[in-house]
């Protein structure tokens, strides 16, 4: 898969602008670049989680903490996270910021994804979480700040949905 490193890049640099020093990540072929650069900044701590869920619970406490913090999943993977985004993170009001992969909506080719790629915007919605759908390279920095200061004013989740047209080269 032609995963993009320029716009994983731009993705990381407006991270690193927003003064993101934390990221929770499992591997996931869209983010394979994001997940390198994280762990190869001596600035950032990378945070390798087993299941998405831990990846709530990271971000929770970097926020308590202080530390600016994001979360690198697959659409999938919020799916399996639902239960601590409500139980921990709405219920208690800790912004986060989540970069999703939006496998399975337009343009999938994998059977597998289609499902999870179906609902994950309307479960957004009914969860009341913010969505940015980011799929031009030129929106990154102002909308990853954006989603991240919304995050921090309203004190919930905010989710970035990254594209197959962002994080593809054809």
């Known amino acids: 898969m032609p995963v993009s490193v320029a716009n994983s890049q731009l993705i990381y640099d407006a991270l ?5 020093r934390m990221v929770s990540a499992l591997p996931e072929t869209w983010l394979v670049h994001l997940i390198r650069m994280a762990e190869e900044d001596p600035q950032m701590t990378l945070v390798r989680v087993a299941k998405e869920e831990e990846a709530i619970g990271v971000s929770a406490g970097a926020h308590l903490a202080g530390v600016s913090s ?14 601590p985004i409500v139980s921990l993170a709405l219920l208690y009001k800790i912004p986060l910021l989540m970069l999703i992969s939006y496998r399975g909506h337009m343009g999938e080719r994998d059977p597998w994804q ?18 940015w759908t980011l799929a031009d390279p030129r929106d990154i920095p102002r909308r990853l700040r ?4 919304l995050a921090l004013a309203a004190l919930t989740p905010v989710a970035v949905l990254l594209t197959r047209e962002l994080m593809w080269e054809d």
Request: aromatic share 2%.
């Open 146 to 149: 954006d989603a991240q200061t």
């Open 16 to 20: 690193t602008a927003c003064d993101v």
């Open 114 to 131: 289609t499902q999870g790629g179906m609902v994950t915007e309307p479960l957004l919605r009914a969860l009341g979480i913010p969505i």
């Open 70 to 83: 994001a979360l690198l999943m697959q659409n999938h993977g919020f799916l399996a996270a639902i239960n």
